[in-house]
């Protein structure tokens, strides 16, 4: 089904026609009049667009329409863009000249008469277009709409979900018991036994089967455990990886299969292990007894506990009987829904609403995801009408497949707020089980267009924040993590996968090596890493019938694209948005590259043979998003790299020694909102021009051994509200030199503190108490720092943590003596909510 999203996009072009550098630009180059036309002609047209995309389903003429009218938008954008690209061009050119003067200056460079008169033939073109569109929407009987922008917000959960609470499963507690009890048997046949578990999608196999693997009475009966998801491709190599990473938490991507059988046999040899593989659709027998021969050396009682929807699947895997869950009673439904749609006791106070859900309850056959997702969908909503136009919906009639499961799950995605839908779709581009981290999902968004700035200075990162929290808070995404302050990872049931994947298509695409027939509608192409080649790629035969691309998904691991068909990928699609290539093995990038004025996001990460990028890459005025993390061979940044004036996010890995060089450092970048700097093993000094990074919120400086000191300049970040440091065995805290406290005690809005493994740390630096940090600071982390003698006992935080008040300060220790350690009452006083001392 395709899910037009032709209203969102309307209301992005409108807001960047409404800019006042549009606006500037039009008047200046003489397309003003033009531009305004576009306007007008695009507003009366948008208030229609939420009624056409209801009934664009039933109607293929209006839905024909909504077609030809996302063509003249998407190329509407792309010209505004290269306005805005032009103007930021200028803006390197003529720094610290304003916005009008740059403009000017651009246009009265003799070079630009050829550009301001192509573009505006184009803008005339797509007034010409819309204007013909436009004219056909009286055939429709379209009225108009009232955008859905309710924005539910509830508190994220920050515990971590490697395991399910047990308060969070209802109605299995007899499959538990059961299932455990297996797992505790012996066999007198053979050492590894195999339990399935068997149930159609949506009942709780994976929650079940994590509710059994961290039951105490099994965590106390196996030496090894592991845990591997398994979903749609079963590669024996892949898999043999995955479970020695469960056991050793190292990778062994560069291993061959001979020493990855031999790995694998050492490791389970004589132990009694349990090995969790989750969502099996695997039939291939073979497949099966080729990995199954890796793991028979374990000790007699070691289980391997499968999930799967298929029963062949079981009976080819299983030497148990099948386990098949059911449904849950209509009663657990009930309790889990009231869980979901109501606070805490508020079910009492609406007897009437209690019974509708009663009845949509019993439309959900018994499937928890089901009822949560419909529960969730329900949160808060305390109007009769609502819960009718749910119970009553005509979707229940239409046909579906997983005991009706897909029609409660699209009734909570047509109840979503607009831009949520989109931002929704579009995470069909990832595979299933896909671990999304929240940061790189938002850059994802922003790099799309999809979160615009709500006037009032908010960050679109806090707006993108908002959208996770609200999909989160309808059961959209799960299994939650917090991964380090400001940064956790999620996933997303594989059925809200099919969901995305049903809404997001024909313009979002999956290819692998079979592909055969590709729409020329397709926009966003992720391609797949099963099956392909191992020497050679040629991504052109895949890519030669498409007309535009706006995201290219290219993370092969271990895969080197030939030149002429990477360049070609790359070259043929000048409006790109999103070029993620992590994990690829290629050299070098074209320089070429720079051309892609349109680009946001730029993922190399993990490549492990890119030494150098070229300079051109600095003219991405665009460019948002750069993560070039792991690349371990990267000799240098590019020059000029300040000139990437909209870079909001940068992780690197670099061999650099410093990384405060006038045309190869970080200087200058405004706009700089976090900033990983990871694995840089030659790293000795932070750049020195940290003052222009005013933006700059979240720092990240791990891994890298060889560095001295902090730059004295990272006293004028005073927008930073994380610091982590971990892994800096070199790094010390000059306690006693006056100047580098005055320098560092400036942080003012710091709320996350981290130092990990940090050898050389004995006491805490004085800023954390008599700088404005005190006012702040609610989060203190300390692990691995051996040599710590004492936490400051000179009054400060306790006194002063005007910022803790409300929510308490929260420390954690994880310190080898704690008897060395001399607390100060004043820093745990009344404001301190947890101490925490971690084994």
Request: negative net charge.
């Amino acid at each position: 089904m395709v899910e037009s999203f032709a209203f969102a996009i309307a209301g992005g072009v409108l807001g960047k026609l409404g800019s006042a550098l549009i606006q500037e630009v039009g008047l200046a180059w003489g397309v003003k009049t033009e531009l305004e036309e576009l306007n007008d002609t695009l507003s009366t047209i948008h208030a229609l667009l939420l009624d056409a995309e209801e009934k664009q389903a039933t109607n293929l003429q209006i839905s024909d329409w909504l077609g030809k009218l996302k063509l003249v938008l998407y190329d509407a954008e792309d010209v505004l863009d290269e306005f805005d690209y032009e103007a930021l061009r200028q803006q390197v050119v003529a720094s610290g000249s304003s916005i009008t003067s740059k403009v000017r200056s651009f246009i009265s460079s003799p070079k630009s008469l050829a550009f301001r008169l192509k573009m505006g033939h184009r803008v005339k073109n797509i007034r010409e277009r819309l204007d013909k569109i436009a004219a056909d929407k009286s055939k429709f009987n379209l009225t108009e709409g009232i955008a859905n922008t309710r924005v539910v917000q509830r508190e994220r959960q920050r515990e971590t979900h490697s395991f399910v609470r047990a308060s969070d499963i209802i109605g299995r507690d007899d499959d538990r018991e059961n299932i455990v009890g297996l797992l505790k048997q012996s066999s007198h046949t053979e050492n590894v036994s195999v339990i399935p578990i068997v149930g159609i999608g949506g009942l709780g196999k994976t929650s079940l089967a994590k509710l059994v693997y961290n039951d105490e009475r099994v965590v106390g009966h196996f030496s090894i455990k592991m845990w591997v998801c398994v979903s749609d491709e079963f590669d024996v190599k892949r898999l043999a990886e995955k479970i020695l990473k469960e056991i050793s938490d190292e990778s062994y991507s560069d291993f061959s299969m001979e020493q990855l059988q031999r790995c694998l046999r050492n490791a389970l040899d004589g132990e009694k292990f349990l090995l969790v593989l989750d969502d099996v659709w695997n039939t291939d027998r073979e497949k099966w007894l080729a990995l199954k021969d890796l793991l028979m050396d374990g000790a007699n009682g070691s289980k391997i506990l499968v999930t799967t929807r298929n029963k062949s699947i079981a009976s080819i895997m299983g030497t148990f009987p099948m386990q098949e869950i059911k449904g849950l009673s209509h009663k657990d439904c009930l309790s889990l829904f009231v869980k979901c749609a109501f606070m805490d006791g508020d079910d009492k106070q609406y007897a009437t609403l209690l019974k509708i859900g009663d009845q949509i309850v019993e439309k959900c056959a018994g499937v928890p995801l089901a009822v949560r997702s419909l529960g969730s969908l329900l949160y808060l909503k305390r109007g009769e009408r609502d819960w009718v136009s749910i119970r009553d919906s005509e979707i229940w009639k239409s046909e579906q497949n997983e005991d009706g499961i897909m029609a409660a799950l699209r009734l909570s995605y047509y109840d979503l707020p607009y831009h949520l839908k989109q931002c929704f779709a579009l995470c069909s581009m990832f595979p299933k089980d896909y671990n999304f981290l929240s940061y790189d999902l938002i850059s994802f968004w922003m790099a799309q267009g999809l979160i615009q700035s709500s006037g009032q200075n908010a960050k679109m990162e806090d707006i993108g924040e908002i959208y996770i929290n609200e999909l989160f808070s309808r059961s959209f995404f799960q299994d939650v993590e917090q991964l380090a302050p400001g940064a956790y990872s999620f996933k997303m049931h594989d059925l809200l996968h099919d969901l995305a994947i049903f809404f997001s298509q024909p313009e979002c695409l999956t290819l692998n090596f079979h592909s055969k027939d590709i729409s020329k509608r397709v926009q966003h192409v992720a391609f797949s890493d099963t099956d392909w080649p191992r020497e050679e790629f040629e991504a052109l035969r895949f890519v030669e019938k498409l007309n535009n691309v706006y995201t290219i998904l290219f993370q092969i691991k271990n895969v080197a694209p030939r030149s002429k068909s990477f360049v070609a990928c790359i070259l043929r699609f000048k409006c790109i948005r999103v070029l993620d290539l992590s994990s690829s093995s290629f050299e070098a990038l074209p320089n070429s590259i720079g051309s892609l004025k349109h680009l946001r996001f730029l993922d190399l990460s993990g490549n492990k043979r890119i030494k150098k990028l070229p300079n051109s890459i600095c003219k991405l005025y665009h460019l948002q998003t750069l993560i070039l993390v792991y690349c371990s061979e990267l000799e240098e940044l590019p020059k000029g790299s300040r000139s990437m004036i909209s870079l909001r996010t940068l992780s690197i890995t670099t061999k650099q020694r410093d990384l405060s060089g006038k045309k190869k450092g970080l200087r200058c970048l405004n706009s700089l909102q976090h900033l990983q700097i990871v694995d840089c093993l030659n790293l000795e000094f932070l750049p020195k021009g940290m003052e222009s990074f005013t933006e700059l919120r979240i720092l990240y400086i791990v891994d890298c051994p060889s560095l001295v000191s902090l730059s004295h300049s990272i006293k004028l970040l005073s927008a930073l509200e994380v610091l982590v440091i971990g892994s800096c065995e070199k790094l010390e805290f000059m306690d006693g030199e006056a100047e580098v406290q005055e320098d560092i005690q400036s942080f003012g809005s710091l709320q996350n503190l981290c130092f990990i493994d940090l050898p050389l740390l004995e006491a805490l630096p004085r800023w954390l108490l008599h700088g404005p940090t005190s006012n702040t600071l609610y989060h203190l982390m300390i692990l691995s720092c051996s040599n710590l003698k004492a936490l400051p006992t000179d009054g400060g935080v306790g006194e002063k943590c005007g910022g803790a008040a409300a929510i308490g300060l929260r420390i954690e220790l994880d310190l080898e003596d704690r008897s060395k350690l001399l607390f100060s009452s004043s820093l745990l006083g009344p404001l301190l909510a947890c101490l925490l001392f971690s084994a």
